[in-house]
């Protein structure tokens, strides 16, 4: 199956900082790139969904500002929490979406990222 | 819009007994429908999934799912539960217009000896 990574696995932050979270998907071209964010014992909550060279588009509630989300290319989309606060806590986890309408809905996930801000 | 509702967020059943996991799902479009298993600190993996076709699927690890269109369900089951099975497990929804995944609130399963 296709190789998704995220790096950091794990991050602790003080209040105040930024923290840049990577997703690269390793064998495959990735058009379309979902951000999940997952709080203690909650489901995953969809946060914005991205395209290679264009601007995310956010899920209502999910501050553009301060989730910056950046899709270069398509093995790269990075997320940065800016001005981290101890609510943005949480196990964040992305989703690429294979390139050329070779998804087959396989539906590949990060490893997911633990953030935990001081 | 998709929505998931998954009855029960937590089921406990011994070793050996079945395993059955609720899931109804809300859409406008033909859905297409997944289940998830996430074990502590760890991505989700998917177990089965359906998008067309046969309505019983097999997935990993022994488990399966019908999707049922009249109940508007997509039960996950397995025959007999082993001690590893213990973890969280997602229904998820989508549709080939957007390919978002709406997720269902988790169901954590419990197998005792």
């Known amino acids: 199956g296709a190789v998704v990574s995220q790096h950091p696995s794990w991050v602790i932050c003080k209040s105040g900082t930024s923290v840049k979270i990577e997703c690269r998907s390793l064998d495959f071209q990735a058009t379309t790139m979902f951000w999940y964010r997952q709080f203690p014992k909650q489901s995953l909550m969809l946060m914005a969904t991205s395209n290679e060279g264009s601007k995310a588009t956010y899920e209502q509630g999910v501050e553009k500002d301060k989730f910056l989300i950046n899709h270069a290319s398509l093995t790269l989309s990075t997320l940065t929490v800016t001005s981290a606060h101890p609510e943005d806590s949480s196990f964040y986890i992305c989703r690429p979406e294979l390139a050329g309408g070779q998804s087959s809905y396989e539906q590949y996930f990060g490893p997911g990222t633990r953030l935990t801000v001081t | 819009a998709q929505s998931v509702t998954q009855l029960g967020s937590h089921v406990s059943v011994s070793e050996g007994a079945l395993v059955l996991l609720r899931c109804n799902y809300s859409?406008?479009?033909?859905?297409?429908l997944f289940w998830y298993v996430q074990y502590p600190n760890q991505g989700l993996q998917l177990l089965l999934k359906y998008t067309t076709g046969a309505t019983l699927v097999k997935g990993i690890n022994g488990f399966e799912a019908e999707f049922k269109k009249s109940e508007t369900s997509f039960h996950l089951t397995k025959p007999s539960a082993h001690m590893s099975d213990a973890a969280e497990y997602f229904c998820a929804v989508s549709d080939s217009n957007t390919d978002k995944l709406i997720f269902g609130t988790g169901t954590r399963l419990q197998v005792f000896p």
């Open positions: 859409s406008s479009v033909p859905p297409y």
